[in-house]
T-cell receptor
Framework: EDKVVQSPLSLVVHEGDTVTLNCSYE??????LLWYKQEKKAPTFLFML????IEKKSGRLSSILDKKELFSILNITATQTGDSAVYLC??????????????FGQGTILTVHP | EAQVTQNPRYLITVTGKKLTVTCSQN?????MSWYRQDPGLGLRQIYY???????DKGDVPEGYKVSRKEKRNFPLILESPSPNQTSLYFC????????????????FGSGTRLTVV
């Protein structure tokens, strides 16, 4: 069974801190790993990663994938209160029973205090 | 505006009374999927559809049905709802399925909060 595990489950920091969120996975026929941000509504897309070692960046957010060790990290530098959200990691498969499935982790709840 | 529309946003119902949650997308997406979100469990996939008349089970399909008669619509049907189906439900769509490396991810609806008493 495909499995995606995120850590930590919850994180409280102060504005300006840097945080690292982790996502490890066990997925048959791995195809892609996606990061989403969820505030009080629907998840919104952040990054898609398919190749090891290539960092994706968007402003203060960056992410990298390690396909050998089966994990990804999401970094947020100089955090702001607007970064407070649940961060979700999801992994897509590429064949067999994984063809149409997107498996999510439990999410990391990030709270940024002023 | 490109979007995924779910209805209703909130629903309280009684055990055993059949209900349908509708999902419609206006982006001509092939792939659509339903998820439920519960505290501590993240998003779990219920059913997905690769295209019209092509549907398959996700990880938690028990107690749910779906249909895909038209490309834009993918309703979720609970024939006999039970309290353990109380959850937050999301519909999502994408041009292609997860195996096809869609670079912009998936578009989610705003969610339906269902309570079964």
């Amino acid at each position: 069974e495909d499995k995606v595990v995120q850590s930590p489950l919850s994180l409280v920091v102060h504005e300006g801190d840097t945080v690292t969120l982790n996502c490890s996975y066990e997925v048959t026929n791995f195809r892609s790993l996606l990061w989403y941000k969820q505030e009080k509504k629907a998840p919104t897309f952040l990054f898609m990663l398919t190749s090891s070692g290539i960092e994706k960046k968007s402003g203060r957010l960056s992410s990298i994938l390690d396909k050998k060790e089966l994990f990804s990290i999401l970094n947020i530098t100089a955090t702001q209160t607007g970064d407070s959200a649940v961060y979700l990691c999801a992994v897509g498969g590429a064949g067999g029973t994984s063809y149409g499935k997107l498996t999510f982790g439990q999410g990391t709840i990030l709270t940024v205090h002023p | 505006e490109a979007q995924v529309t779910q209805n209703p946003r909130y629903l309280i119902t009684v055990t055993g009374k059949k209900l349908t949650v509708t999902c419609s997308q206006n982006m001509n997406h092939e792939y659509m999927s339903w998820y439920r979100q519960d505290p501590g469990l993240g998003l779990r996939q219920i059913y997905y559809s690769m295209n019209v008349e092509v549907t398959d089970k996700g990880d938690v399909p028990e107690g749910y049905k779906v249909s895909r008669k038209e490309k834009r619509n993918f309703p979720l049907i609970l024939e006999s709802p039970s309290p353990n189906q109380t959850s937050l439900y999301f519909c999502a769509s994408s041009l292609k399925p997860p195996s096809a490396l869609v670079p912009y991810g998936y578009t989610f609806g705003s969610g339906t909060r269902l309570t079964v008493v």
